[in-house]
Nanobody
Framework: QVQVLESGGGLVQAGGSLRLSCEGS????????ISWYRQTPGKERQLVAV???????HYADIAKGRFTISRDNAKNTVYLQMSSLKPDDTGRYYC??????WGQGTQVTVSS
């Protein structure tokens, strides 16, 4: 089973940007669907964005117009480019695929 490792989180001011990376321990080419989720304080884990090979991308309302999901199969990596960040975006971000494991996540903190 391919493990995933998230990175790229950090502390950023409101209005700033971050690019998160999700690197697979092996090939991700066969993973048709890969998703980013986040868990914010006091809330359950929620879907942020999904990328489906040959279909396209889907964004939750919280991400529309601000976040972009992409994948580079040659690098076994999925990205989440986040811009116009808000303090409400503070949380731990995870990537996963159907039937796959959850990684450790990467912490994003947005200061006001």
């Amino acid at each position: 089973q391919v493990q995933v490792l998230e990175s790229g989180g950090g502390l950023v001011q409101a209005g700033g940007s971050l690019r998160l990376s999700c690197e697979g321990s092996g090939s991700i080419e066969s993973m048709r669907t890969i998703s980013w989720y986040r868990q914010t304080p006091g809330k359950e884990r929620q879907l942020v964005a999904v990328i489906r090979s040959g279909v396209g991308e889907h964004y939750a309302d919280i991400a529309k117009g601000r976040f972009t999901i992409s994948r580079d199969n040659a690098k076994n990596t999925v990205y989440l480019q986040m811009s116009s960040l808000k303090p409400d975006d503070t949380g731990r971000y995870y990537c996963t695929y159907p039937g796959g494991p959850w990684g450790q996540g990467t912490q994003v903190t947005v200061s006001s």
